[in-house]
């Protein structure tokens, strides 16, 4: 009986420390797929697109079109995306760890920004000025002529061994593979 006790605990850890890297693997394959279509389609529309890791996951900037900042592309394949518990992302672009951005709000549409300048107006006597202190900035270019920002973004799980690394060169070119931790 504690032979197969043994033997059943075994078996079922293995099973569970399997169960965590189909996982890892799978968010690892969906960020590079990801990269991937943004490549895409900046190059398919003529787009430039940004790319930031942030404390929840990572997401997707374009330029704002009436001045010149970015913003979130808020709805659609690019929206904001969470990184699924336990794991976290680890960015690195000329060899240099990148802390994650803090999310903020995705930008009102034009018709939010009227009825909220409207309402503002009725409320108080001065507008509100853009605060710098919400300005999104991309971490990685995506560019419509097919190149990016070079970087290593590394899917990791606190005190596991094993992560996954999704690269991207200069060209646009995207991998991912499994890494170990070095000691």
Same mark, same amino acid.
């Given at each position: 009986?504690? @032979?197969?006790?043994? !033997? /059943?605990?075994?078996?079922? !850890? =293995?099973?569970?420390?399997? *169960?965590?890297?189909?996982?890892?693997? =799978?968010?690892? +394959?969906?960020?590079?797929?990801?990269?991937?279509? =943004?490549?895409?389609? /900046?190059? =398919?529309?003529?787009?430039?697109?940004?790319?930031? &890791?942030?404390?929840? #996951? $990572?997401? $997707?900037?374009?330029?704002?079109?009436?001045?010149?900042?970015?913003?979130?592309?808020a709805? #659609?394949?690019?929206?904001?995306?969470?990184? *699924?518990?336990?794991?976290?992302?680890?960015l +690195?672009?000329?060899? +240099?760890?990148?802390?994650? /951005?803090?999310?903020? *709000?995705?930008?009102?549409?034009?018709?939010?920004? &009227?009825?909220?300048?409207?309402?503002?107006?009725?409320?108080? &006597?001065?507008?509100?000025?853009?605060?710098?202190?919400?300005?999104?900035?991309?971490?990685?270019? @995506?560019?419509?002529? #097919?190149?990016?920002? *070079?970087?290593?973004?590394?899917?990791?799980l606190?005190?596991?061994?094993?992560?996954?690394?999704?690269?991207?060169?200069?060209? #646009? &070119?995207?991998?991912? /593979?499994?890494?170990?931790?070095?000691?």
């Amino acid at each position: 009986m504690v @032979i197969i006790g043994v !033997l /059943a605990t075994l078996v079922s !850890l =293995a099973v569970s420390g399997r *169960a965590v890297d189909d996982r890892m693997q =799978a968010e690892s +394959r969906r960020l590079e797929e990801l990269l991937r279509l =943004a490549s895409d389609e /900046a190059q =398919a529309k003529g787009l430039e697109l940004g790319f930031r &890791q942030t404390t929840e #996951g $990572f997401e $997707f900037l374009t330029p704002d079109t009436d001045s010149p900042r970015w913003v979130v592309v808020a709805e #659609g394949m690019f929206r904001p995306r969470q990184i *699924a518990e336990p794991f976290y992302l680890e960015l +690195r672009v000329d060899g +240099r760890l990148l802390r994650p /951005a803090i999310s903020v *709000a995705p930008e009102p549409t034009k018709n939010e920004q &009227q009825e909220s300048e409207t309402s503002k107006h009725r409320n108080s &006597q001065t507008p509100d000025k853009k605060d710098d202190s919400t300005r999104v900035e991309p971490q990685l270019l @995506i560019l419509s002529s #097919g190149e990016m920002t *070079a970087f290593t973004l590394d899917l990791k799980l606190k005190d596991h061994p094993q992560f996954y690394r999704v690269e991207g060169s200069e060209l #646009g &070119q995207l991998t991912s /593979a499994r890494q170990e931790e070095r000691n």
